[in-house]
């Protein structure tokens, strides 16, 4: 059985129409920005991205100490 409660406040929403984690939509043409210790799979992440806002282009490069992105287009 589940125990009902009260008293309790509903936290602050952190995804979708809460604060972004990379500034996708901040960028202008030739503008980048610095993702430090990036995982393994940012490659598809920023891949995903190009093809969601399109016709914004993304281009990255991995750096020492992490990824940078850029906007191209």
């Known amino acids: 059985m589940f125990e009902i409660e009260t008293g309790f406040a ?3 929403q952190t995804k979708r129409g809460g604060k972004r984690k990379y500034p996708w ?3 202008e043409v030739g503008q980048s920005f610095f993702v430090p210790d990036a ?3 940012f490659s598809a992440l920023v891949r995903a991205q ?5 016709p914004r282009k993304f281009e ?5 100490g992490g990824v940078r992105v850029w906007r191209t287009a």
């Open 10 to 12: 509903i936290p602050e």
């Open 25 to 27: 939509y901040e960028l």
């Open 50 to 54: 190009t093809t969601r806002m399109a």
């Open 39 to 41: 995982y393994s799979s």
């Open 60 to 64: 990255h490069r991995w750096v020492d």
